[in-house]
């Protein structure tokens, strides 16, 4: 089972940018699909990026597309989100969020929550206008 643990998040304005980590602990994460979702005040958790088994294949939700960028080191077991040109509406707390590769479609991303098994607790970006 692997533990994830979000940092990173943070006070910034408007058209800055923040990089969030999701460092994890008790597997390796090569043995992993990743994903960052986030959650707004008031609103349902919602998909941001995803990351396939081997890397090879990346996708983004749109309203973060072109401004966001997702990637991973595996010999830190971590992943990160870099974020550019931030908005007001970027605001949330930021989950990460594991799938374990079971031997089927190495470059398969996941934007689903339900087919993540393992999540952070997750960490607030605030963006000031």
């Known amino acids: 089972q692997v533990q994830l643990v979000e940092s990173g998040g943070g006070l910034v304005q408007a058209g800055g940018s923040l990089s969030v980590s999701c460092a994890a602990s008790?597997?390796?994460?090569?043995?992993?699909?990743m994903g960052w979702f986030r959650q707004a005040p008031g609103k349902e958790r919602e998909f941001v990026a995803a990351?396939?088994?081997?890397?090879?294949?990346?996708f983004y939700g749109d309203s973060v597309k072109g401004r966001f960028t997702i990637s991973r080191d595996n010999a830190k077991n971590t992943v990160f989100l870099q974020m550019n040109s931030l908005k007001p509406e970027d605001t949330a707390v930021y989950y990460c969020?594991?799938?374990?590769?079971?031997?089927?479609?190495?470059?398969?991303?996941?934007?689903?929550?339900?087919?993540?098994?393992?999540w952070g607790q997750g960490t607030q970006v605030t963006v000031s206008s």
């Open positions: 969020a594991a799938r374990r590769f079971r031997g089927d479609y190495a470059s398969r991303y996941y934007v689903r929550q339900s087919e993540y098994e393992y």
């Open positions: 008790g597997r390796a994460l090569s043995s992993y699909a």
């Open positions: 990351d396939s088994w081997n890397g090879a294949s990346t």
